[in-house]
Nanobody
């Protein structure tokens, strides 16, 4: 059974940084797309970033491009999201997702989800 466990969220001031981690277990991830999504209160879940496990290629939402960096560590089966220059509008529950997603930006393409980690950015 595939399991994704996020960690690293917290409270940070605007302009600060956080690193989120997603530890994956229970499967073979070499062909997976791994994504980060976020959901703020009263809003739809939105795509943040994705990485293709086999190649390491990445893709970002325009709203985080240049500020966030997604990466994966094959040896640790872990995906990271480094978030710099955080803004209050980045406040959300951040989810890690994995699967054989043909369209990285669509949440419906991911089969497995973590429980989420809260990121709160104060102004």
């Amino acid at each position: 059974q595939v399991r994704l466990v996020e960690s690293g969220g917290g409270l940070v001031q605007a302009g600060g940084s956080l690193r989120l981690s997603c530890a994956a277990s229970g499967g073979t991830f070499g062909s997976y797309t791994m994504g980060w999504f976020r959901q703020a209160p009263g809003k739809e879940r939105e795509f943040v970033a994705a990485v293709w496990w086999s190649s390491g290629s990445t893709y970002y939402a325009d709203s985080v491009k240049g500020r966030f960096t997604i990466s994966r560590d094959n040896a640790k089966n872990t995906v990271y999201l480094v978030m710099n220059s955080l803004k209050p509008e980045d406040t959300a529950l951040y989810y890690c997702a994995g699967g054989y997603s043909a369209i990285a930006t669509a949440s419906s393409g991911y089969s497995y989800w973590g429980q989420g980690t809260q990121v709160t950015v104060s102004s």
